[in-house]
């Protein structure tokens, strides 16, 4: 059953806006509005011995916590009423799934910097740590982040900065060690004996040991490294940790050569450190791998771990207990596919991941023998779906469609459930995008995903937009995608189609899903932004056809899709006749260039001024729409008001607009309607669509 959501659902956020926002509610304005008030979940988590899950929905640009036991209805465990900007993340469920612990406030992507105020509130919130008791009442444990519970269930520790709070879920937590630099993970032994402490100290990255029986000890650092160690894991019996022992190559480093990482395994109790095995030259000599993908150590010995040896991400297994040079690791994903997410079956016996196996731009569930076996596929044909956990024996997966963003689905024995009832905006009618490719100047194949205007539109051609996504490690999916903020993107690529644009998103080379070879193409970013070489492809593609109108193209995006915009209007004003930049980076040049020579270092910096939008400002002709929050933390706002000066001396076009304390990714969803309904207008008015009689 679907239900179709009123259109008067976003009254709400287009009751408060911001300064020189479109404060009338057109019919556009209650549309656009509409899509995006569809619920959108993230912070998908489960308990370890029952089936209870956990997320984070945002419905009408309210986030609240819902809580479903193996896929039925969820009830509501939070009671938060405004769209101000407040988030809620890193949730975590104890085992027996009977307490809850989360953050609110702060921002996900730049923990233990000072709290946003997106709503520019008079006392601005505080990234804290809540607890929701078996009882019903709800805790305040204190600031800080990314709440963790022993397994056996008796403590809860997170992070603030570089101090590390433990205490009974049910009492007010204590600092137990302070560290320089910030902690950034936290990991439990089996026994709940130890705590494991990833800590960044910026120039090199070092693992701590707290001992959970003597609170007051010393932590132990295990032996550190000039490089980065991360992703720890402790074996079954709690008496090893497994590790990534990881190094930055210079920007300089030729590919494929050299050994930058490295498996290392740390005995607890002789304080024994040994390399288990290096990664060799060639493809995957550096280590990459998704957020979230962590190391697993299995009850057999073997340590599953990512891996693109082949060129392609996949999930692979070394014995624990062959360490050395003559280890050989057995890779257990197809080859020609990436994964994003996985988890082992609760007896061990099978692999559960999400890959985009048979189709990169197709991602789906599936399960298959740990020890050799075909995969089986677990998700519906309609679905994309990048991530997974587990809740006791429920396998729940978090699902996009193409005309559904980011929704839970639980399968318990083999049942399946949808734990919330699907909804469409009243009067919408979604149109699945085609999935379409096209070759650059240099031959490579360039996959995009192709929006048209649905049936009944006005026969073409039509103006056409570009969407390039920022990142750039990204790729954007037919359907909704599983990050809020391409979800809103996707809302918006639907929305422009409905309005008469054929709009083209494209999946240029620095982004994820195509293997290695593509993620780290030679020239791309500050080394000659050859990524700009599919923007340009994806133009005349749309040039090309005879459903667009030749000079009327346009294009969008932010971030480094901002960047992108930018470049694409100071290098091919002929082509791009307007342009909708979002928080973009206008100036690539870097100040520290350590461990080049003099030569090395003039080369790099050539480079990167030639790589910046603002080094072709002389041949910039079209109009900008630039848009950015005053508190970003990602892309300094600083990168849009040189960029403004700069097209202010030569007299090009532009319109400005600012969110006062709000962030890269804009907390507010009244912020990104009302950036989408100044983006809509610019483009109406620079690329006017011929709208019906």
Not at 254 to 268: A, I, M, N, P
Not at 279 to 290: C, K, L, M, Q, V
Not at 443 to 457: E, K, M, S, V, Y
């Given at each position: 059953m679907t239900v179709r959501l009123s259109l008067l659902a976003a009254s709400a956020l287009l009751a408060a806006t911001c300064s020189g926002a479109i404060a009338a509610p057109t019919q556009d304005a209650t549309q656009l509005g509409a899509l995006l008030a569809m619920p959108y979940a993230n912070g998908l988590t489960g308990a370890e011995k029952t089936a209870r899950l956990a997320w984070v929905e945002r419905r009408n640009g309210i986030r609240n916590i819902l809580i479903s036991d193996g896929g039925a209805p969820p009830r509501k465990v939070t009671a938060y009423t405004q769209d101000d900007g407040t988030d809620l993340w890193g949730l975590a469920l104890s085992p027996d799934g009977r307490t809850l612990a989360f953050v609110e406030g702060g921002d996900a992507e730049y923990p233990n910097d000072h709290a946003p105020n997106a709503d520019n509130t008079a006392v601005p919130g505080k990234e804290t740590v809540r607890v929701l008791l078996p009882d019903g009442r709800t805790t305040t444990a204190g600031e800080g982040h990314s709440p963790v519970f022993s397994p056996d269930g008796r403590l809860l520790a997170f992070m603030r900065g570089g101090a590390l709070l433990v205490g009974k879920p049910d009492q007010t937590p204590h600092v137990?060690?302070?560290?320089?630099?910030?902690?950034?993970?936290?990991?439990?032994?089996?026994?709940?004996?130890?705590?494991?402490?990833?800590?960044?100290?910026?120039?090199?990255?070092?693992?701590?040991?707290?001992?959970?029986?003597?609170?007051?000890?010393?932590?132990?650092?295990?032996?550190?490294?000039?490089?980065?160690?991360?992703?720890?894991?402790?074996?079954?019996?709690?008496?090893?940790?497994a590790f990534v022992r990881a190094y930055h190559?210079?920007?300089?480093?030729?590919?494929?050569?050299?050994?930058?990482?490295?498996?290392?395994?740390?005995?607890?109790?002789?304080?024994?450190?040994?390399?288990?095995?290096?990664?060799?030259?060639?493809?995957?000599?550096?280590?990459?791998?998704?957020?979230?993908m962590d190391l697993t150590w299995t009850r057999n010995g073997q340590?599953?771990?990512?891996?693109?040896?082949?060129?392609?991400?996949?999930?692979?297994?070394?014995?624990?207990?062959?360490?050395?040079?003559?280890?050989?690791?057995?890779?257990?994903?197809?080859?020609q596919a990436e994964i994003a997410s996985y988890r082992l079956s609760v007896d061990e016996t099978r692999l559960l991941y999400t890959a985009n196996i048979g189709d990169p731009d197709h991602w789906r569930a599936w399960s298959q023998p740990l020890e050799n076996g075909q995969p089986v596929?677990?998700?519906?044909?309609?679905?994309?779906?990048?991530?997974?956990?587990?809740?006791?024996?429920?396998?729940?997966?978090?699902?996009?469609?193409?005309?559904?963003?980011?929704?839970?689905?639980?399968?318990?024995?083999?049942?399946?459930?949808?734990?919330?009832?699907?909804?469409?905006?009243?009067?919408?009618?979604?149109?699945?995008?085609?999935?379409?490719?096209?070759?650059?100047?240099?031959?490579?194949?360039?996959?995009?995903?192709?929006?048209?205007?649905?049936?009944?539109?006005?026969?073409?051609?039509?103006?056409?937009?570009?969407?390039?996504?920022?990142?750039?490690?990204?790729?954007?999916?037919?359907?909704?995608?599983?990050?809020?903020?391409?979800?809103?993107?996707?809302?918006?690529?639907?929305?422009?189609?409905?309005?008469?644009?054929?709009?083209?998103?494209?999946?240029?080379?620095?982004?994820?899903?195509?293997?290695?070879?593509?993620?780290?193409?030679?020239?791309?970013?500050?080394?000659?932004?050859?990524?700009?070489?599919?923007?340009?492809?994806?133009?005349?593609?749309?040039?090309?056809?005879?459903?667009?109108v030749p000079g009327k193209i346009g294009i969008w995006g932010g971030s480094w899709g901002g960047y992108l915009t930018a470049l694409a209007l100071a290098r091919n004003s002929d082509l791009f006749v307007a342009g909708a930049d979002f928080h973009g980076v206008h100036d690539m040049t870097e100040p520290d260039h350590s461990g080049l020579s003099p030569e090395e270092k003039q080369r790099e910096k050539e480079s990167e001024w030639l790589s910046s939008p603002v080094a072709d400002i002389a041949h910039w002709r079209s109009p900008v729409l630039l848009i950015h929050g005053d508190d970003d933390f990602n892309v300094e706002f600083e990168q849009s008001v040189l960029l403004a000066r700069m097209l202010v001396e030569r007299n090009i076009p532009f319109e400005d607009h600012v969110?006062?304390?709000?962030?890269?990714?804009?907390?507010?969803?009244?912020?990104?309607?009302?950036?989408?309904?100044?983006?809509?207008h610019f483009f109406d008015t620079k690329l006017p669509v011929v709208q019906p009689n």
């Open positions: 137990v060690m302070t560290t320089p630099g910030e902690i950034t993970a936290l990991h439990w032994s089996p026994d709940s004996r130890h705590l494991a402490l990833e800590i960044d100290r910026g120039s090199h990255s070092l693992i701590a040991l707290w001992d959970a029986r003597n609170s007051s000890a010393t932590p132990l650092f295990l032996p550190a490294a000039l490089g980065h160690d991360q992703e720890a894991t402790f074996s079954p019996d709690g008496r090893s940790l190559p210079l920007m300089t480093a030729e590919r494929g050569k050299g050994h930058f990482w490295s498996l290392q395994v740390y005995d607890t109790a002789s304080g024994a450190e040994q390399t288990l095995w290096t990664a060799p030259e060639g493809a995957g000599n550096r280590f990459w791998a998704p957020e979230g340590l599953l771990f990512p891996w693109e040896g082949s060129g392609w991400l996949r999930l692979c297994a070394l014995s624990v207990t062959a360490p050395g040079s003559g280890a050989t690791p057995r890779c257990l994903t197809p080859d596929s677990l998700s519906a044909p309609n679905e994309q779906v990048m991530d997974l956990t587990l809740a006791g024996p429920a396998i729940a997966m978090m699902a996009t469609s193409p005309d559904q963003p980011a929704h839970p689905v639980v399968l318990q024995n083999t049942v399946r459930h949808l734990p919330v009832t699907p909804t469409v905006p009243n009067g919408f009618t979604f149109t699945p995008p085609q999935v379409v490719h096209f070759r650059s100047e240099d031959g490579r194949d360039i996959h995009g995903q192709l929006f048209l205007p649905p049936a009944g539109t006005p026969p073409g051609p039509h103006p056409a937009l570009i969407f390039v996504h920022g990142g750039p490690h990204r790729q954007m999916l037919p359907a909704f995608n599983p990050m809020g903020y391409y979800s809103n993107a996707y809302a918006m690529n639907q929305f422009l189609a409905s309005r008469g644009y054929v709009v083209l998103a494209v999946n240029y080379r620095s982004g994820t899903g195509y293997g290695v070879d593509f993620r780290t193409a030679p020239g791309i970013g500050r080394a000659g932004a050859s990524e700009y070489k599919d923007v340009h492809a994806a133009g005349l593609f749309l040039r090309s056809r005879s459903d667009v969110f006062p304390g709000e962030r890269h990714a804009f907390l507010r969803t009244q912020d990104w309607l009302n950036a989408y309904l100044w983006t809509l």
